[in-house]
T-cell receptor, first 112, second 114 residues
């Protein structure tokens, strides 16, 4: 079935270091969404990528969607302690009856 | 604009019991999706309702069911609870059917089955 693989599962960084998480699908996605879940919280929408090769930036966060629309990445420049949480990608395979397939998430910890 | 609300926030049940969880979506949103989140399996899609109709269903046993009312509020029911049903149950609302749009998640209901 449809599956979205996300790596790494955990990432520990020193404050100020960069961080990247990657998502990969075996089949073409209609769009991909990214969410952040703080410890004890619920997923909060960050961004949606729709177009092949799309790149979007939100301050220190850069999101990319692959040319084949099968992979995506989230890069955080110069991490801060406020970046702590689990980052999920969620793939949509299209159609009005589609649903999001979530990756397992990358749990980011930042050491001050 | 008020966010997604879920009740109750915490629930403790014993095996064999049944449970009903409630979700009120953002005003104007007609789609409600339910997800189960566990440390081992992550976020797994349960089902989606749009305008009182179940439009999509994940790979969960028939013990998991849901419904949506005319005011878009949704409930999910789990019958004959098992220990493995212990999880955070999240509902998400959006304007459109399916997953074409942003999913706004509620705070979740933490279910513990003893």
């Amino acid at each position: 079935g449809q599956q979205v693989m996300q790596i790494p599962q955990y990432q520990h960084v020193q404050e100020g270091e960069d961080f990247t998480t990657y998502c990969n699908s075996s089949t073409t996605l209609s769009n991909i969404q990214w969410y952040k879940q703080r410890p004890g919280g619920h997923p909060v929408f960050l961004i949606q990528l729709v177009k092949s090769g799309e790149v979007k930036k939100q301050k220190r966060l850069t999101f990319q969607f692959g040319e084949a629309k099968k992979n995506s990445s989230l890069h955080i420049t110069a991490t801060q302690t406020t970046d702590v949480g689990t980052y999920f990608c969620a793939g949509n395979y299209g159609g009005s009856q589609g649903n999001l397939i979530f990756g397992k998430g990358t749990k980011l910890s930042v050491k001050p | 604009k008020a966010g997604v609300t879920q009740t109750p926030r915490y629930l403790i049940k014993t095996r064999g019991q049944q449970v009903t969880l409630s979700c009120s979506p953002i005003s104007g949103h007609r789609s409600v999706s339910w997800y189960q989140q566990t440390p081992g399996q992550g976020l797994q899609f349960l089902f989606e309702y749009f305008s009182e109709t179940q439009r999509n269903k994940g790979n969960f046993p028939g013990r998991f069911s849901g419904r949506q009312f005319s005011n878009s509020r949704s409930e999910m029911n789990v019958s004959t609870l098992e220990l493995g049903d212990s999880a955070l149950y999240l509902c998400a609302s959006n304007k459109l059917a399916g997953a074409a749009d942003t999913q706004y998640f509620g705070p979740g209901t933490r279910l513990t089955v003893l």
